[in-house]
């Protein structure tokens, strides 16, 4: 009887090597060019880095260009703004912009970090301190400063963030820093216990500021010590909370076409320069790199083409504008 030159063999019979595992299910990984350019508006949780924040943006959007303007410590909450694709050219020209805070300022006590996640450092009775003080002191912060950061802040020490430097046990100096506080509001003054004063203020302030700083500074110049409770950026340049959204919200509205916390890259760019249309020729030259008449006014301007596309933010210098940041079509 004849039998098939290849039987296959019967199931669980030696091959001679091992069976093949069955490969689990890879998830789909979206190239970036799937995903339109856009800035996220995001309002941050508390207790996440604002790499937390970029990297969960990447997990829901499955991209990797993602990048933010202006860091906030994981104890802050509210407005982190987050570029996506090829409006991470924007954000070097977002960070600079004024911001505004809410912050708790709590009285009678130091901390190591200036914040309230730090050991104490010293404490004192706040009992004999009056409104009128602490609002004269608030006032010593309203202006053009020479600020000196928080020693556990990002600030660069001969090449080493400063708060790894803490964290070493090593003891230097930050040297002081220009920063403008525009303006402090005083909302409420409230006594936690006999000892603590609390006091919940607004702060309009030039970006690299730092409100933990503040807190610090005016507890200093009252004798009693002082640091941040609380931390919430409500805007950044004409950014808001109001346009916000969680990351998760925010990346899964941008995946889907559009909606609350995000904003599209030619609305991105002209909600913070003023936008020049330019004609379809002058379109095509931004694109090669080559320069157009001027502006005819100082600053970046948002070239727009004639189909509503960023095409670049151009810059007069002299009778041409040149391009400062292209953002090519694809």
Sequence with gaps: ??????????????????????????????????????????DKAPG???????ARARR????????????????????LVL????????????????????????LGRSTVTDDREGDVLAEASTAEVTEDAVRAALAG????????????????????RSYDRVRAGEEFELAPRSVTVHGID????????PALLDVDVTVRCSTGTYIRAIARDVGAALGVGGHLTALRRTRSGPFSTDQAAEVEVAGAALAAGGGHGVLGLTEAATSVFPARMVTAEQA?????????????????HAAVGPDGRLVALVED??????????????
Excluded: C, N, W
């Excluded at 093949?20 to 990984?29: A, L, S, V, W």
């Excluded at 095509?284 to 970046?300: E, K």
């Design 186 to 193: 005083v909302h409420r003054l409230g006594r936690p216990t």
């Design 141 to 160: 912060q309203v202006g053009a400063l020479q600020q000196v950061p928080s020693s556990v802040s990002a600030v660069k020490v001969d090449g080493r």
């Design 83 to 106: 570029g996506v694709g090829a409006a991470t050219r924007l954000l070097g020209h977002l960070s600079g912009h004024d911001k505004t805070y809410e912050a708790t300022i709590r």
């Design 60 to 79: 829901v959007l499955s991209v990797r260009k993602v990048g933010h303007a202006g860091t906030l410590d994981p104890m802050a909450t509210g407005l």
């Design 1 to 42: 009887m004849s039998t098939p030159d290849h039987q296959p063999p019967d199931d669980g019979a030696p091959t001679g090597r091992p069976p093949r595992r069955p490969r689990p299910p890879q998830r789909r990984r979206t190239p970036d060019a799937d995903v339109p350019p856009a800035l996220l508006l995001v």
């Design 317 to 330: 210098a002299g009778p041409r504008a040149k391009v400062t940041v292209g953002f090519p079509a694809g």
């Design 48 to 54: 996440m880095t604002s790499h937390d924040v970029v």
């Design 284 to 300: 095509q030259a931004l694109v090669h790199g080559q320069r157009v008449p001027a502006t005819g006014a100082p600053g970046l």
